[in-house]
């Protein structure tokens, strides 16, 4: 079974805080997507990955910025929280290639009070 | 840029009935992927169908089946014999079948209900 993990379900902060999410996957998979989720807008794209190291700017990814060192890990940066980024965060991971489905971690809900 | 709109943001149905969730999604390309994904309450959104753009036939998995009326970009999904296990939000997507390290473009979802 694949497996995508992400370090939190719930994460309360502050404005202005640095904040650190954290994505796992276990499928050796290429690419590695990162979306929030918000009501009535579906989920929208931030970043992506497809390799190490590399990293591509999705629909909104002012505010944002990630890491990828290593295959399986990837980050999600909030350089200074702001209440418009509370919102639930979803982590996904795929095979390259357009056939194969994206597979989703169980997200992260961020409060920033 | 691609765009999928999903105008139903709530649905409901009693158990054993079928509903039909509708899709619309606006693109130039010829060649892209549809997908149906389902997230329940509290849990992982998974995959629930994929259709090929090339294909004529429609997909079915199931109970589910989709109907993909290419002219029309239109690609609803039908869900037979609905189950309280149903209920979840389901979001239908979209992918280019160029170069595009398989992102994903999303609707904006709909809510299903099953009451028992």
């Known amino acids: 079974d694949v497996k995508v993990t992400q370090s939190s379900r719930y994460l309360v902060k502050r404005t202005g805080e640095k904040v650190f999410l954290e994505c796992v996957q276990d499928?050796?998979?290429?690419?590695m997507f990162w979306y929030r989720q918000d009501p009535g807008l579906g989920l929208r794209l931030i970043y992506f990955s497809y390799d190490v190291k590399m990293k591509e700017k999705g629909d909104i990814p002012e505010g944002y910025s990630v890491s990828r060192e290593k295959k399986e890990r990837f980050s999600l940066i909030l350089e200074s929280a702001s209440t418009n980024q509370t919102s639930m965060y979803l982590c996904?991971?795929?095979?390259?290639?357009?056939?194969?489905?994206?597979?989703f971690g169980p997200g992260t809900r961020l409060t920033v009070t | 840029a691609q765009t999928v709109t999903q105008s139903q943001p709530e649905m409901s149905v009693q158990e054993a009935e079928t509903v039909t969730l509708s899709c619309t999604y606006d693109t130039s390309e010829n060649n892209y992927y549809l997908f149906w994904y389902k997230q329940p309450p509290s849990r992982q959104m998974i995959l629930v169908i994929r259709q090929e753009a090339y294909k004529q036939q429609n997909a079915t998995e199931n109970r589910f089946s989709v109907n993909f009326q290419k002219a029309a970009k239109s690609f609803s999904l039908k869900i037979s014999d609905s189950q309280l296990g149903d209920t979840a939000m389901y979001f239908c997507?979209?992918?280019?079948?160029?170069?595009?390290?398989?992102?994903?473009?999303f609707g904006q979802g709909t809510i299903l209900t099953v009451h028992p």
């Open positions: 996904a991971s795929s095979f390259g290639g357009n056939i194969y489905e994206q597979y």
């Open positions: 997507a979209f992918r280019s079948g160029g170069t595009s390290y398989g992102k994903l473009t």
């Open positions: 499928m050796d998979h290429e690419n």
